[in-house]
């Protein structure tokens, strides 16, 4: 069945300092790929998505590319700040079923 | 901006009870989901609901489980007899249609504990 594996945290940073959280995933046919982000305290939140290979989802100064050939979706964001502080999940969909299934997720702590 | 609520937002229960969870979607949204996510696991498919029935369930959602969208607003996760290991964190989810490209919206989510 599909699957996504993240990388594994917790990832502690420096404000400013450069963010690359990894995930790829298995799926058959044409799956459609999303972050979503966790704050303390809070639900799940889509952070950005991509339906296609090639797209480039993007939101707050976060990316991820669609990489159909590495079955990979690796967020970045060039610059972090506190206030992005939270869980990242990553998460796949295949046409036809509605599941979301999620990574594992990865915590991420800003340090000002 | 529209929301996804659920409540109670923690609940306490007896092994062997029956508990109901509470989710109002985005009102015009047709499709429903919930989700869990035991402590430190992964966030798991439940389950999800179109047109007044289940159109997907996972191998967790058995004979304990059921859901119900009793009026127009509200869509409910019922378990018959909780279990120790039902101790989870449930999340209803609402889309404004399906094929997997549309997005999810979460609720806060409800934090079930079981004794």
């Known amino acids: 069945g599909d699957s996504v594996t993240q990388m594994e945290g917790p990832v502690t940073l420096s404000e400013e300092a450069f963010l690359t959280i990894n995930c790829t995933y298995t799926?058959?046919?044409?799956?459609?790929l999303f972050w979503y982000v966790q704050y303390p305290g809070e639900g799940l939140q889509l952070l950005l998505k991509?339906?296609?290979?090639?797209d480039k989802g993007s939101n707050k100064g976060f990316e991820a590319t669609y990489r159909k050939e590495t079955t990979s979706f690796h967020l970045e964001k060039g610059s972090v700040q506190v206030s992005d502080s939270a869980v990242y999940f990553c998460a796949v969909t295949q046409g036809g079923s509605e599941k979301l299934v999620f990574g594992k997720g990865t915590k991420l702590t800003v340090n000002p | 901006e529209p929301e996804v609520t659920q409540t109670p937002s923690h609940q306490v229960t007896q092994m062997g009870q029956e508990v109901i969870l509470r989710c109002v979607p985005i009102s015009n949204h047709l499709y429903f989901y919930w989700y869990r996510q035991i402590l430190g696991q992964k966030v798991e498919f439940l389950v999800s609901f179109y047109n007044n029935e289940i159109s997907e369930k996972s191998e967790i959602f058995d004979d304990q489980f059921s859901v119900e969208r009793p009026d127009g607003s509200n869509f409910t996760l019922k378990i018959r007899s909780t279990k120790l290991e039902d101790s989870a964190m449930y999340f209803c989810?609402?889309?404004?249609?399906?094929?997997?490209?549309?997005?999810?919206?979460f609720g806060p989510g409800t934090r079930l504990t079981v004794l």
């Open positions: 989810a609402s889309s404004g249609r399906t094929g997997g490209t549309d997005t999810q919206y």
């Open positions: 799926a058959t046919g044409y799956p459609s």
């Open positions: 991509a339906t296609k290979a090639d």
